[in-house]
């Protein structure tokens, strides 16, 4: 039925336009209808899914209060278009995140960490009802387990008094019984599964979630020294080391410690306290065994770690920079490199397998020697032991012997998720340079500091006011790790809905002034103000919100287009994206791919221009509206004609706002209001592009150093011109 009901829902969503199902959407696709009863459908299936897999991700949004009904796939863009917001973009605040972490302990040792995960499971709403039913189902799992044997024993005992009628009725029904409880018994077991499960998966995501937001809202100076392969390792292992946790205690220890303390009694009761005492040697031995064998490992297992994370963080860097090692023909470098971090793995995983080998090697001869010993203490407990004796105590000894083989997994998964939990708690650890403010941002410039120019000329006093007011007020800055301080006690400043130029040198500190204007960092002294107050006090959010940023170099997810445009403002309508796109300049381009918006742009934005990226880039920061422009050489690497179209599409975005821009093209800045030139991390010269050039300073050497440069490869290119025309009429 729900495989019906799917296939129908599924059919509904790509029927053709015009359909009873769907009405057109133009480029931004087919909304359904039919929602409602799309919904209702799709509810009916998530029931009959959820009933089996009660931990898939999407089940509880369904109970979430104040969030819509989550769609799989492709069908999150019809319910968005129905809702008027932008296809297949949910704000992220539709989603109910899950509630904040406990403090982290600062190691991952089970002494610091079994308190940390009893606080994770008691978090949990549900746990209560669920850890009750999960110990009835338990109890009666291992109550039906050893009662099996028990019967087993009368069925021998009533066939070796004699074959009689009676005895062979007696020995029928105790066999059937007997087989009843062992299945009940697994039942019971398995069916604890689902019930637990929810808590530790839920405990996994809370962990993951905040992990993963933690590093995301980390300064810039971590991000500049990451790996990504070994982040998304660590990250990958830490989530599952949690599930593992949880797991190994609800699912083996426990579970074989009350079994333990039943078989022991049971024996002590019927034989010898002196078998129980034996029981619970062989069991010590055991464990003892497998301890130290575990702990053997532990700096093997940890090397393994940092191999893989070698591995993978290798893989994701040679893949990533493709085309890099593709021009330079190094592939087969690369190969041999990530070959011999294979090799070193493949030399720890054997000298594991080896130790492996040598535990359950130890471990099979302590049952073996324990099973014997316990059998021949039982013939001699008291006389008249019979082979249904024999064979109960060999049956109970299996049944709690059974889930001692899964004792060295235990520890060695337990031991190896302590080592791959203290990789994740230390990024939890991990301090953000980047406190965020409490402050919202101001609406209007509280004061603007002296020596601002006017707004733009050409703009409106309303216009102006949509601005911001910026002021850098003796900022120096040295990034970590070095002596060499970037900016030395610059100074400028903004006001709303004027434009500013910053040029210099390479390494003058340009960029890094863009950096700290939008919080990627915090000035090392002095402060940077916006609409008069400190940025330290600003939310980050309220701040990032307000300014659009085009990079030299736009990196686009490997998405869509249409998703790489609206990730400024996820709730945008798809007119509103129309509108971004077209100022941008970039409906030439959505007009031209054959998927239009839909098209897949690749990884890093690879399947589009450099020119194109830019368009992407200029679109988002039309669709943000934001008061502060911030451009980082957005032209560099762009042609001549490019340039002016992509510095046409800028000048429109800039009107009435207040916009940054740093540049090496001086022609691309000397209709700024004003250009701040900076050398040796100073501002050495400032002022507008005709008095800059009359005061006969850096700035107009470098104006000479770029106009000289423009002649000489006009002149080249007309002397190529010339070859090719004198080589055509030969």
């Known amino acids: 039925m729900a495989a019906c009901m799917l296939q129908t829902v599924v059919a509904r969503a790509h029927a053709p336009p015009g359909s009873s199902h769907l009405r057109n959407r133009g480029p931004a696709g087919h909304a359904l209808q039919q929602r409602p009863r799309m919904l209702a459908g799709w509810k009916h299936v998530h029931g009959s899914i959820s009933s089996i897999c009660p931990a898939l991700p999407f089940r509880r949004a369904w109970r979430s209060p104040g969030v819509e009904p989550r769609l799989p796939g492709r069908l999150v863009a019809a319910s968005?278009?129905?809702?008027?917001?932008?296809?297949?973009?949910?704000?992220?605040s539709s989603y109910t995140p899950p509630a904040h972490l406990p403090t982290p302990p600062d190691s991952a040792s089970v002494k610091d960490l079994f308190p940390y995960i009893t606080k994770l499971a008691l978090s949990q709403s549900t746990l209560y009802w669920r850890l009750g039913v999960a110990l009835v189902l338990l109890v009666g799992s291992k109550a039906a387990g050893l009662y099996s044997p028990l019967l087993f024993k009368q069925a021998i005992d009533a066939l070796s008094a004699g074959a009689t009628p009676t005895a062979v009725q007696t020995a029928s029904m105790a066999l059937v019984l007997s087989g009843a409880a062992r299945a009940l018994s697994s039942l019971t077991r398995e069916a604890q599964h689902p019930i637990f499960t929810?808590?530790?998966?839920?405990?996994?995501?809370?962990?993951?979630?905040?992990?993963?937001?933690?590093?995301?809202?980390?300064?810039?100076?971590?991000h500049l020294n990451r790996k990504t392969g070994s982040l998304s390792r660590m990250l990958e292992r830490g989530s599952r080391s949690i599930a593992v946790i949880f797991r190994a205690i609800a699912f083996t220890a426990i579970p074989t410690l009350l079994e333990l303390a039943a078989v022991c009694?049971?024996?002590?009761?019927?034989?010898?306290?002196?078998?129980?005492?034996?029981?619970?040697?062989?069991?010590?031995?055991?464990?003892?065994w497998t301890i130290a064998i575990a702990r053997w490992t532990t700096q093997i297992r940890r090397e393994v770690k940092d191999l893989d994370n070698h591995i993978s963080g290798k893989a994701v860097d040679a893949l990533l920079n493709y085309e890099t090692v593709a021009l330079y023909g190094n592939e087969q470098g690369e190969v041999e490199q990530y070959d011999q971090g294979l090799i070193q793995y493949q030399k720890k995983s054997v000298k594991m397998e080896g130790v492996s080998a040598l535990l359950n090697a130890g471990q099979a001869f302590v049952l073996a020697a324990g099973m014997?010993?316990?059998?021949?203490?039982?013939?001699?407990?008291?006389?008249?032991?019979t082979a249904g004796d024999l064979v109960m105590v060999q049956g109970l000894l299996l049944q709690v012997w059974s889930p001692l083989s899964f004792l060295g997994w235990f520890y060695r998964e337990l031991r190896q998720s302590l080592v791959d939990l203290e990789d994740m708690l230390r990024l939890l650890k991990t301090d953000n340079s980047v406190v965020d403010g409490s402050h919202a941002l101001p609406t209007a410039a509280a004061s603007v500091a002296d020596g601002s120019a006017p707004a733009r000329r050409g703009a409106t006093r309303q216009q102006a006011s949509q601005g911001l007011a910026v002021h850098l007020q003796n900022v120096t800055y040295g990034y970590p790790g070095t002596t060499r301080n970037v900016l030395k006690g610059v100074s400028l400043s903004a006001a709303p809905g004027e434009s500013i130029a910053i040029v210099g040198p390479s390494g003058s500190g340009k960029s890094t002034i863009l950096r700290l204007l939008v919080r990627l960092f915090d000035a090392g002294s002095g402060a940077v103000f916006v609409n008069g107050v400190d940025v330290r006090e600003l939310r980050k959010k309220d701040l990032r919100g307000a300014v659009g940023v085009i990079p030299q170099d736009t990196v686009l997810f490997n998405d869509t287009l249409r998703h790489n445009v609206a990730y400024s403002r996820p709730s945008a309508t798809f007119e509103e994206l129309e509108?971004?796109?077209?100022?941008?300049?970039?409906?030439?381009?959505v007009a031209r791919l054959s998927k239009g918006w839909e098209s897949l742009v690749g990884e890093r934005g690879l399947k589009l221009s450099g020119g194109e990226k830019q368009r992407v880039a200029i679109a988002r920061a039309f669709l943000r509206e934001p008061k502060l422009i911030v451009c980082d050489e957005a032209t560099s690497a762009l042609d001549t004609a490019t340039e002016k179209s992509i510095m046409g599409s800028l000048r429109e975005l800039a009107a009435g706002r207040t916009s940054v821009f740093v540049a090496h093209r001086l022609s691309t800045v000397q209709a700024c209001d004003r250009i701040y030139v900076l050398r040796d991390g100073i501002v050495a010269e400032q002022g507008s592009h005709p008095q800059l050039l009359a005061k006969g300073g850096l700035y107009r050497e470098m104006w000479r150093l770029q106009e000289a440069e423009q002649v000489f490869v006009?002149?080249?290119?007309?002397?190529?011109?010339?070859?090719?025309?004198?080589?055509a009429s030969y």
């Open 265 to 288: 009694t049971i024996l002590a009761r019927t034989f010898d306290a002196r078998v129980s005492a034996l029981v619970l040697t062989t069991f010590a031995a055991y464990a003892g």
């Open 714 to 727: 006009l002149r080249a290119g007309m002397e190529v011109s010339g070859d090719c025309t004198f080589a």
């Open 198 to 222: 929810p808590i530790s998966q839920a405990a996994a995501r809370r962990v993951s979630f905040h992990t993963f937001s933690h590093v995301l809202n980390l300064d810039l100076h971590f």
């Open 372 to 385: 014997a010993a316990v059998l021949l203490v039982t013939v001699r407990s008291k006389p008249g032991v």
């Open 80 to 92: 968005a278009a129905h809702a008027g917001s932008l296809d297949g973009l949910q704000p992220l």
């Open 579 to 589: 509108k971004a796109a077209k100022a941008a300049k970039l409906d030439a381009v």
